[in-house]
């Protein structure tokens, strides 16, 4: 079992900051990757940003650019450095984990998810 909290989401104005996190807690040693997925009203779910256990990278065509993945191993912690935040990046931001094989893009390939955290971008 994995158990991943989102924290540091909230409401900022356009081209503002923000920095969630997400802490990973439980059988850890074997994710392969984490991700930040994000979902906002009435559309699907789409990846954000993905790194892997070796410190790869992926990003969702919206945010490259913007957006920074970045993890501390001794703190089992993933971030998300957004930046030039934009009204359109108003979602609920997800953290997942990923043990085995499978697309970074594809939700289906995640096994864990936390609760998520909106994130409110106003214009």
């Known amino acids: 079992q994995v158990q991943l909290v989102e924290s540091g989401g909230g409401l900022v104005q356009a081209g503002g900051s923000l920095r969630p996190s997400c802490a990973a807690s439980g059988s850890i040693v074997s994710i392969n990757a984490m991700g930040w997925y994000r979902q906002a009203p009435g559309k699907q779910r789409e990846l954000v940003a993905a790194i892997t256990s070796g410190g790869s990278t992926y990003y969702g065509d919206s945010v490259k650019g913007r957006f920074t993945i970045s993890r501390d191993n001794a703190k089992n912690t993933v971030y998300l450095q957004m930046n030039s935040l934009k009204p359109e990046d108003t979602a609920v931001y997800y953290c997942?984990?990923?043990?085995?094989?499978?697309?970074?893009?594809?939700?289906?390939?995640?096994?864990?998810w936390g609760q998520g955290t909106q994130v409110t971008v106003s214009s």
């Open positions: 997942a984990a990923k043990f085995y094989s499978g697309s970074y893009y594809n939700t289906g390939s995640y096994d864990y």
